[in-house]
């Protein structure tokens, strides 16, 4: 977040995709409007911490955002919920997909 190339960012209009992979488990009960809002508070700017590192000063400034919850797969005695999270500066000519890699 402190790289010099953010500072372009920092206040434009955003477009933001999340990916969540989460445990089998917690799938069918875990909301993509909780998770999207967690990500987005974390990182803004902190009001109460403004030295502390942020991506934009405001997540207002998110004009589009994407959010999958995908499951993970367990391994047991590790936790192994993980977070994608892309952004660019916002853009109507461009769709947000989700392009999924498949590895050979």
Known sequence: MENPLFEEIRKAQLDVAIVAFVP????????????????????????QDPSSPYLFVDDSQVVRLLVYKKPCEAIEGYETSTLIISFRKHD?????ILVEKTVI
């Open 24 to 47: 089998k488990s917690r799938v069918k009960n875990q909301d993509v409007d909780n998770i999207s809002k967690i990500v987005l508070d974390t990182l803004k700017k902190d009001k």
């Open 92 to 96: 109507p000519s461009k769709q947000m």
